[in-house]
């Protein structure tokens, strides 16, 4: 299984989630503040119309539309002023013809009343009169009851993401409860016989584990709950056991195994956990060669590089799209943010091959040039140093001083 | 001050982040864990050499580079094979001239050894003897002591936010506590006596309350600690005594206020908190005019309009780059990501006045559409319908059918 058969990423990457399939995580409902960055589980219905009553959206007079037809400046229509409407309460007595209320906004309209003129656009006469100057038509400055959403109506349809908008919407509905996936549990696997924990003094040859940091930030990111199973030697039992404790959660991630042997010895150890098995062992994929996608039952098992920045790569473009799909998002969000920059420097990418680009962002009066940082994957400082990523896909050979390209930001 | 004074958002925002000021939130030290996606608060320096011994960054043999020099696939260089270094050892006899010693990725160079050759170009003859067949140059395949960081040197600078590689690279260097700003404590009231708590089902004329739950979620993104006071009714003794409450805390938001009546005792209560009271009263903004930008003591206050819409539209332009400022960041991002898409229909702005219009984006092969989402600032259900933002700045008149534009996603 040593890189027998490098895929390209898009093709590794859907291998990878069909295999994955349909599994979304349980539902849970969860309080609103908690659901905010999560993804309903269900329509979310409306259980009374939203606004409940017609509003007023400006500060003036509450009227019927059909008594200003016709008024101007020069010629205003005149009505009789009843009162004013108090806020939070609603009109006792509906609005009868030649007849108007005065209304702040998001005061309630009167019966009978169909429209709102702007105080602007009226003249204040006496305590019993006001004139307006300037027609509306029905349903002008007026939301209508239910407009925001009709009793019955879907507040959110099942796998919409919760913004802060939608915990607003749902709050002003009354409801308090959502319906969410729950998180998917990531289990946290770092292997390698020249790694200490962090809290360690590392001895000659040896240095601290770094990677688990990284990957439990990114899976907090991505809506997941990360679970860190500790360093496993590059041992046969070592590492089996560890696994075997990842098949409890959602997700699997196993970083390093740095030599030949243990990279083989991890990879066996995966093929073991069940079928399907290894669906895909090496990627071209520069940094990330080395990279294992596999399903064990209905876990899906990731063997990341041990190297920093292949780690993180790596990450982004399998175990995010992955960690969206089981939480019932498309894996690939539909639009995707990003800064156009000028490339400072040719950078050549095998035709076949996707290559991930660390760049440095830097405004040049209007222009933003994107320059790469250079470094080994091995180097954390070099991602420390950049401000994105430019994903050369396979198709494309490579980028051209002078090119307009698209980076993603790392954040 | 109803309006006398509209001001460009540009002016509005520079007026009142200068007068927040030079302030930052004072500096607590955090588990690492914890650090992510918060801001250093003085440099971290590394406390010994990163890694602290040179790293093969291949699967080969650990050569002198001189022994290598003019080695062909025809013509190798035969080396004394001395053993394999095992991972996580520091090998514990000086390479000679003429040998090489079996490494892995990751381990650690013999002293004497000054490069790598990858194992693809070896050939393994016998029990103790290699073959070269491609020079290498000294640090080739090698990743030098001290090369990510070199003892006493700066791992991070003060006010860098901690991403994922930048706490991998912390807990590489050891370093599990981390100086950071701590997080703006901000308290959000909302105002009007038409609003009833969402667990209160609505009375005719009343609406529940649903500002809190948008301006809590945003804050929590932008790094803060929402503080929800409550609801105060539309009267001074209740407004002033929360408002004097959220002056514990470091930034005040007040939304609401519907009637022109409770707009301006907002208005009066804000400035009787301090000096140097209310820097703006009123922005040429839409939605989202009157805004109140005001500064109390050292406590930035900010009076939200209670329109939904306006409400969050507000917090982006005004909040957002103030609570950046308090945790020692520049309050505008230096790049932006965005998404290009082209509009579908003519959108008007008045000149000096900024326009910030919800759109939604729609796929068209290659290209992304940008469609306008119509609807009053009082409907959430247009915040929830929309993918983005575009902002027509004061300096545009407006944007044409067909025209490509930058839309910021709402996250």
Redesign the interface.
Known sequence: MEFFDLKPVEEARSIFLTAAGKRRMPVEHVP??AA?GRVTAAPVQAKSDL???A?S?V?GFAVRAADTFGASEGLPAYLRLQGEI??????MVPLRPGEAWKI?????LPEGADAVVMVEHTEFLAEDEVGIRRPVSPGDNV?QRG???PAGGEL?PAGQLI????????????V?TVPVFRRPRVAIIST????VE??V??????????????????V??DGGEPRYLGLAR?QEEDIRQRLQQGMQDDVVLISGG?????RDLTARLISELGAPGILVHGVKLRPGKPTILAVAGDVPVVGLP???VSA?VTYGLFVTPLLRQLQGLPPEP???????ARMTKNVASAPGRTDCVRVR?I?DGAE?LAEPVHG?S????T??K???LLIIPSAKEGVLAGEMVEV????
């Open positions: 609103l503040t905010v606004p409940g009553f509003r959206t500060d108090l806020m939070g309460h609603a009109p702040s906004t998001g005061g309630a939301v407009e925001d959403c959110l913004r802060a908008q939608e915990a607003a919407f749902l709050q002003s509905a009354g308090l390698g016989d020249e790694l962090p809290e003094e590392p001895a000659p040859g040896q240095i601290r584990e770094s990677n688990a940091a990284a990957l439990a930030a990114l907090r990111r590059d740095s030599s030949v042997g243990a041990g190297h920093p993180q539909p639009f995707r943010p990003t800064v156009r962002l405004r933003v080994r091995g180097l954390i400082s991602l420390v950049a401000d994105g993603e930001l790392l954040v």
